[in-house]
């Protein structure tokens, strides 16, 4: 699949980024960070332009979450019934998500792009909770943001090494979401005590 992708990157340039992305965040298995990491690497080989291969990727990244936004919030769970096993989401998927993003709220969308197999389903959660658009794209932009310059600039600095560091990267996004969430708790704990000394 990554020969695949590298070809018709190859072949179509920022075309093919923006679409990939777009699509494999509404949920087709595309290795989305390999392919930001790869366009990182291209800019600073003088394939791409930095400003562009940004540009494209964050489109592609904002399109796809929107449209699954607007699948979840138009369709609900009656889409994932008849058609999610062609893009191997399924209820049980779904409702993980709802249930998550339940738990941590519009922050599941600026920070799901983050979570290995969470990104692809916060959108449909966030829609069929009947979050408002505004909402929406201020929380999930936002992380669209994050996570492209932050994945496409790892894969410029590290140059020709780009590829030896991506085959962890699953790995490194594993512990570093977990040290999020182990600081995420031990400020809301420190909050909830602070605010039980004032009373």
């Given at each position: 699949?990554?020969?695949?992708?590298?070809?018709?990157?190859?072949?179509y340039?920022?075309?093919?980024?923006?679409?990939?992305?777009?699509?494999?965040?509404?949920?087709?298995?595309?290795?989305?960070?390999?392919?930001?990491t790869?366009?990182?690497?291209?800019?600073?080989?003088?394939?791409?332009?930095?400003?562009?291969a940004?540009?494209?990727a964050?489109?592609?990244?904002?399109?796809?979450?929107?449209?699954?936004?607007?699948?979840?919030?138009?369709?609900g769970?009656?889409l994932i019934?008849?058609?999610?096993?062609?893009?191997?989401?399924?209820?049980?998927?779904?409702?993980?998500?709802?249930?998550?993003?339940?738990?941590?709220?519009?922050w599941?969308?600026?920070?799901?792009?983050?979570v290995?197999?969470?990104?692809?389903?916060?959108?449909?959660?966030?829609?069929?909770?009947?979050?408002?658009?505004?909402?929406f794209?201020?929380?999930?932009?936002?992380?669209?943001?994050?996570?492209v310059?932050?994945?496409?600039?790892?894969?410029?600095?590290?140059?020709?090494r780009w590829?030896?560091?991506?085959?962890?990267?699953?790995?490194y996004?594993?512990?570093?979401?977990?040290?999020?969430?182990?600081?995420?708790?031990g400020?809301?704990?420190?909050?909830?005590?602070?605010r039980?000394?004032?009373?």
């Open positions: 699949m990554e020969h695949q992708i590298f070809q018709w990157i190859a072949r340039g920022y075309a093919a980024v923006f679409c990939l992305l777009m699509f494999g965040i509404v949920g087709l298995p595309a290795p989305d960070e390999t392919l930001l790869y366009s990182g690497y291209l800019v600073s080989r003088g394939t791409f332009a930095l400003p562009l940004l540009a494209t964050l489109a592609g990244s904002m399109c796809g979450i929107t449209l699954s936004y607007w699948l979840g919030r138009t369709f769970l009656a019934h008849r058609y999610g096993r062609y893009v191997r989401i399924t209820e049980e998927h779904v409702n993980r998500a709802h249930a998550w993003f339940a738990r941590v709220g519009h599941g969308l600026t920070f799901g792009y983050f290995p197999g969470v990104r692809h389903l916060t959108a449909y959660a966030a829609g069929m909770s009947g979050l408002e658009a505004r909402p794209a201020l929380f999930a932009y936002s992380g669209a943001c994050l996570w310059s932050g994945f496409v600039g790892l894969g410029y600095f590290l140059g020709n590829e030896a560091v991506e085959r962890n990267i699953h790995q996004l594993l512990w570093a979401t977990l040290a999020a969430v182990i600081v995420l708790a400020w809301l704990v420190w909050r909830k005590l602070r039980a000394k004032g009373k």
